[in-house]
C-alpha cells in the first residue's frame, strides 16, 4: 500500500527555524543560481497543465504537505513551460502548479522552452518516473503511446527512461487486464507483481475476482502465482460438440508435427492451449544441430 511521505516543510524548519520566509526565499534561490538562471516569473493564471501527460492521479495529502511547504519557502525549482502563444503549457512540474494554486500563489517561476510533442512526452514520463510519481497503468499507457503514437521500439524507449526492455515489455502487459483489475492497481489494492501473475488467467470476470481474493485474504505474490496455476491446469469438462472439435484438431496437429519433422530433421510438438493458441516445440541434441536448425530457420527468413 501506498507510503505517506514525509513534508518538506518541516525537514527545511528543522534545518533553519529562526530565519523569516522571505529571507528563507531569497536564500534558496542564491544557493541555486543555475537552476534560476533561465526561469522567468508568470502569473499562475497563464500556466496550464498539458491534458496528455501521463500522469493523471495525484495525492491530495502530498499536494497539501507541499503547498504548505511553498507557502512557507516558495517553489525550490521552476516549472519547465511551453509558449502557447495564449498561455504557457506545462511540461514538467504540474504537481509543484497544483500545490502553488493550493497556496495562493499569484506567480511561479518559469523556464520557458520549445520542445515537439514526442520530447514532452518523453520529459513528462522520464520526470515522472524519476520522482516515483506515476502509477504503473499510467506509465504502461505512456510507454504505449511513444510506442504507437511516435513509433519507437521497445528497446528505444527503455533506453530513454533508463530502464530494461523487460521492465518496459511488463509495464505494457499490464493493459491486457480487465478494467476493474487495472483500476485495483491503481488504487494500490493489488501490487504491479499481484497483477502480472493474473495475466495468467483469460477469463477478465475471473481475473477481477482473483484480484478481489488477493486484496480481502492479503495474499502475497507466490500465492497468487500458485491460485493462478492451479487455475490454468483445472480445465473445464468440454461439451459433445467441443470433443468433436478437439479430436479434429489433434488430428490436424499430428499431421503438422509430422511436416515439420521431416522439415526440421529432428522431433517437433505441438501444445495448443485451445483452438486459437499454443506453442511449438523443436527439439535439438547437440551444438552442431542447433546451428543446423539456426542455419534452416535464417534461410526460411530470406525466401
Not at 26 to 52: F, L, S
Not at 258 to 285: H, L, P, R
Request: proline share 2%.
Amino acid at each position: 500500500m501506498a507510503v505517506k511521505k514525509g513534508g518538506l516543510g518541516k525537514g527545511l524548519d528543522s534545518l533553519i527555524p529562526e530565519k523569516k520566509v522571505s529571507t528563507v526565499n531569497t536564500e534558496i534561490q542564491e544557493n541555486n543560481k543555475d537552476v534560476y538562471k533561465d526561469a522567468v516569473m508568470v502569473d499562475i493564471q497563464k500556466v496550464e497543465p498539458n491534458r496528455e501527460q501521463p500522469r493523471k492521479n495525484f495525492d491530495e495529502d502530498a499536494l497539501l504537505e507541499l503547498s504548505d511547504s511553498i507557502k512557507l519557502y516558495g517553489i525550490l525549482q521552476p516549472l519547465l513551460v511551453q509558449d502557447k502563444k495564449e498561455y504557457y503549457e506545462i511540461i514538467a512540474g504540474e504537481r509543484r502548479w497544483r500545490a502553488a494554486k493550493m497556496a495562493k500563489i499569484k506567480e511561479i517561476p518559469v523556464i520557458i522552452k520549445n520542445f515537439t510533442e514526442q520530447e514532452i512526452l518523453e520529459i513528462s514520463l522520464i520526470e515522472n518516473i524519476q520522482r516515483e510519481d506515476l502509477n504503473p497503468i499510467e506509465e504502461a499507457i505512456a510507454y504505449k503511446r511513444l510506442l504507437d503514437e511516435f513509433h519507437l521500439k521497445q528497446d528505444e524507449i527503455a533506453e530513454r527512461v533508463s530502464k530494461s526492455r523487460t521492465a518496459v515489455t511488463n509495464s505494457m502487459r499490464l493493459l491486457k487486464l480487465s478494467d476493474k483489475v487495472q483500476q485495483m492497481l491503481i488504487d494500490d489494492m493489488i501490487s504491479s507483481g499481484h497483477a502480472r501473475a493474473l495475466l495468467g488467467i483469460d477469463n477478465s470476470e475471473k481475473q477481477y475476482s482473483i484480484a478481489q481474493k488477493i486484496f480481502d485474504e492479503k495474499l502475497s505474490v507466490r500465492d497468487t502465482e500458485k491460485l493462478v496455476k492451479k487455475i490454468e491446469n483445472e480445465k473445464e469438462p468440454l461439451t459433445k460438440k467441443e470433443e468433436i472439435i478437439d479430436t479434429k484438431l489433434d488430428i490436424i496437429y499430428q499431421d503438422l508435427e509430422e511436416k515439420m519433422k521431416n522439415i526440421f530433421g529432428t522431433k517437433v510438438v505441438i501444445n495448443k492451449k485451445d483452438a486459437k493458441k499454443g506453442k511449438i516445440e523443436i527439439e535439438y541434441y547437440s551444438q552442431e544441430e542447433l546451428d543446423r536448425i539456426m542455419e534452416l530457420f535464417q534461410t526460411i527468413k530470406n525466401i
